[in-house]
């Protein structure tokens, strides 16, 4: 199983990048798919997940109404557009696989697999 995200970079305050989390070895309509970020020295965050049904995403409370999380099970492909981004959301970002229920999408012990990370940097 692999998962390759990509898509990060260096983008000003206010700006927008999508990030691209390709699986391999898995079907993505058979998990719960999420994001997480993580900054060195910290645990990783939660961000968001859409449920292997494709029903209505979760976001953490810091990054609703800005980040959508979809997907391509076509592709098997999960993206994640990030929209009036800020200086705070300078991270690591992480695409991670689960069969947890929603109220554990929240916890990266109930992930089997991560991605390699992409580095996001907002610019003030």
């Known amino acids: 199983v692999q998962l390759q995200a990509s898509g990060g970079g260096l983008v000003q305050a206010g700006g927008s990048l999508r990030l691209s989390c390709a699986a391999s070895g898995l079907t993505i309509r058979t998990y719960t798919m999420s994001w997480f970020r993580q900054i060195p020295g910290k645990e990783r965050e939660f961000v968001a997940g859409?449920?292997?049904?494709?029903?209505?995403?979760d976001y953490s409370g810091s990054v609703k109404g800005r980040y959508i999380i979809s997907r391509d099970t076509a592709k098997n492909m999960v993206y994640l557009q990030m929209n009036s981004l800020k200086p705070e959301d300078t991270a690591v970002y992480y695409c991670?696989?689960?069969?947890?229920?929603?109220?554990?999408?929240?916890?990266?012990?109930?992930?089997?697999?991560w991605g390699q990370g992409t580095l996001v940097t907002v610019s003030s």
């Open positions: 859409i449920a292997w049904s494709g029903g209505t995403p």
């Open positions: 991670g696989a689960t069969k947890g229920v929603r109220s554990s999408w929240s916890d990266p012990q109930m992930y089997y697999y």
